[in-house]
């Protein structure tokens, strides 16, 4: 223990805030950074200091030591603050639709508009021709129709004439708004197999609470019939609600009525029917060896009252809600206040638009998600083996294996894409420690760490980002330092 006579002493030797700010290394950082930033950061700094000598750590010789560092010290955390916390990451997961990771990133062409609506100004909620105010989601509601029409195959004027669309913030906004809208006060019939959670705390029966509508639900887990949905309907029922099993599986002793047969109870007992089908597919899957996943158009076309997508999933769009249904039922979706209130922005419309008529003109190979969806299995190995080439070193022992790519996004988890990925193992460090590090480097690579290595799936990676990869990774393992290092330094530091 030392004397607190000691202590004081040690104390004395740390200078005086405003001295030190005007230390030739201190007026340096000064010209480069705000002062009240660089004196905040000082002074909790110098607290910090005066913590650990009370705590008796310190001799003359170490305080001095950290009172000459305090300017580096300073100058490490504030460019840490000023770092923006939403950063570029490098998806090496193979999992196309990350929601952890934004899930899809936008296409060149959505990113060019975005910056030229949104670096001045727009016509927003304007109409040109007259003048007059106009309404936002006008821009992209005939679009909406129309794609949906030329997936489906059906003549443009007979499928929109009594359709809408309207866009929300996600989907999950688009479903409460749903269900507020057309089944407040009322009984929203559901499967017991779709009450589902999709993640980050969306649950059907919640949202149906908020929403101020009843559940009622029928049938079991694994089997519900269509004679569940019909003994369920009563006078105050509002809604039948098909939920797309997004994240999970039913197998085995199981049924579960199709739409159209539910659309056909629908209007038997005319009770609308909504559909929360989530992944905004319009693109065939079949030809992945992905089969009974629900398709967007097909869906919209089949006769539903509403159907709600997001725009970032399997569509490929930007973060949003997708509402497409029956002309009055649209037009009741608008009226209500909570549409106001869960609106997007004009960023997102010019994504959502862009990436529209990329599907209209049939070139959604140019969506990023749907060209990494195509990526043949050889075209990923080959850039797997350059890199691996690279990437070889006597302390990293590289190979190129074969693994399953996942589509994610609310696509039915087996769906799975055949794919290669590079294997890193380190001589002197497990898989967790060394997925860490490759998170720590910049841009941060995220791969899955499995059996003692790190795996990176290339086909998340877009070709021109390989390099990218390659100097983020080496330069990671540069900063632990050589092999000959005795006490090899912890990934924290
Ligand atoms: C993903 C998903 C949602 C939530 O969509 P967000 O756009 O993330 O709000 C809702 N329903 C289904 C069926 C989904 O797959």
């Given at each position: ?9 040690l ?21 480069a ?22 705590q008796?750590?310190?001799?003359d010789?170490?305080?001095d ?7 580096r ?28 990771l ?8 959505a ?11 727009c ?9 007059d105010r106009?309404?936002?989601d ?8 129309r ?17 809408g ?7 999950a ?18 499967s017991?197999?779709?009450l589902?959670e999709?993640g ?6 919640e ?11 029928v049938g079991?887990?694994n ?11 009563t ?11 997004s ?6 002793f199981t ?9 056909e ?14 992944t ?6 079949d ?6 996943e ?8 089949s ?16 973060q949003?809600?997708i ?10 979706i608008?009226?209500n ?6 609106r997007?922005?004009?960023?997102a ?10 599907y ?5 190979a140019e969506?990023p998600?749907?060209a ?12 797997c ?6 990437l ?11 693994v ?12 799975s894409?055949p ?5 890193l ?17 910049d ?5 899955r ?7 990176f ?15 983020s ?11 000959s ?6 990934v924290?530091?």
């Open positions: 223990m030392k004397l607190e006579s000691e202590l004081q002493s104390c004395r030797r740390l200078p005086q805030l405003g001295e030190l700010l005007e230390r030739d290394d201190f007026v340096a950082l000064i010209a950074c705000p002062r009240p930033l660089v004196a905040d950061t000082l002074r909790s700094a110098l607290e910090n200091l005066r913590h650990q000598i009370k008796g750590t310190h001799t010789e170490s305080v030591h950290r009172v000459a560092q305090l300017c010290n300073v100058e490490l955390q504030l460019r840490s603050h000023l770092r923006p916390s939403l950063r570029k990451v490098l998806n090496a997961t193979g999992v196309i639709l990350q929601t952890n934004g899930r899809a990133p936008l296409s060149d062409a990113l060019q508009r975005i910056a030229e609506v949104a670096g001045g100004y016509n927003l909620e304007m109409d040109l021709e007259t003048g106009g309404r936002r006008v821009h992209v509601e005939a679009l909406i129709l794609v949906l029409a030329s997936r489906i195959g059906t003549p443009i004027e007979t499928f929109s004439e009594l359709r669309a309207a866009v929300v913030n996600n989907c906004a688009a479903t409460l708004l749903a269900l507020n809208t057309l089944a407040e006060g009322g009984e929203v019939i559901v017991r197999g779709e589902v999709i980050g705390g969306f649950r059907i029966p949202i149906l609470r908020k929403s101020g509508a009843i559940l009622r639900e079991t887990t089997r519900t019939r269509i004679a569940d949905y019909a003994d369920a309907v006078p105050q029922t509002r809604l039948i609600l098909r939920v797309h099993r994240n999970f599986r039913i197998e085995g049924s579960q009525p199709t739409l159209a047969e539910l659309i109870l629908g209007s038997e007992v005319s009770v609308p029917v909504f559909e929360d089908q989530g905004g597919c319009l693109i065939p899957l030809e992945h060896g992905i089969r009974d629900s398709h967007w158009a097909e869906d919209a076309g006769g539903v009252a509403l159907i709600a997508c997001s725009g970032d999933k399997l569509l490929g769009g930007s949003c809600g509402l497409a249904g029956e002309h009055d039922v649209i037009e009741r608008r009226a206040p909570l549409f106001r209130a869960l997007v922005d004009k960023l419309y010019a994504a959502l638009e862009t990436t529209l008529l990329q209209l003109s049939e070139h959604e969506i998600a749907i990494m969806l195509r990526l043949p299995a050889d075209v990923v190995k080959q850039r083996e350059t890199l691996a080439e690279q070889r070193s006597p302390d990293l022992s590289v190979d190129v294996v074969a399953e790519s996942v589509i994610g996004g609310g696509t039915t988890p087996s769906a894409l794919s290669f990925a590079v294997a193992q380190h001589a002197r460090m497990s898989e967790g420690a060394l997925a860490a590090l490759l998170r720590s480097g841009p941060p690579v995220v791969g760490a499995t059996n003692g290595r790190v795996l799936d290339l086909r998340t990676i877009s070709a021109r980002e390989d390099h990218l990869l390659f100097q990774v080496q330069s990671s393992l540069e900063r632990i330092g050589a092999p290092s005795t006490h090899p330094r912890s924290a530091e």
